[in-house]
């Protein structure tokens, strides 16, 4: 029922920028929380950053100081900054949602920094 939509991947050169966006639909509920994860080929998913409705924030050690995760609520739309992109960064990123205790999942859009 309920629509993740992921936007924002390509091909970023190194020490670049990229910015995600996550756009959530078809919901009944208010969004209780929501997340970026990613998977690298031949690795498991992991977390990257995380907001919650009462706006606390939790980011991954590797991406701390490089990423910030955002949402903008008239919009359903949650964001991820992602700054000095760096090789490791590589991976397909998923968008999580938590709506009423139970979690929706994008398909995902890959990021690709090049050496």
């Known amino acids: 029922q309920v629509q993740v939509v992921e936007y924002g991947g390509g091909l970023v050169q190194a020490g670049g920028s990229l910015r995600l966006s996550c756009v959530v639909s078809g919901n009944r509920f208010s969004l209780s929380a929501m997340g970026w994860y990613r998977q690298a080929p031949g690795k498991q998913r992991e977390l990257v950053a995380q907001t919650t409705s009462a706006d606390s924030t939790n980011y991954a050690d590797s991406v701390k100081g490089r990423c910030t995760i955002s949402r903008d609520n008239t919009k359903n739309t949650m964001y991820l900054q992602m700054n000095s992109l760096k090789p490791e960064d590589t991976a397909r990123y998923y968008c999580?949602?938590?709506?009423?205790?139970?979690?929706?999942w994008g398909s995902g859009t890959v990021v690709t920094d090049t050496s």
């Open positions: 999580k949602t938590v709506i009423a205790n139970l979690e929706d």
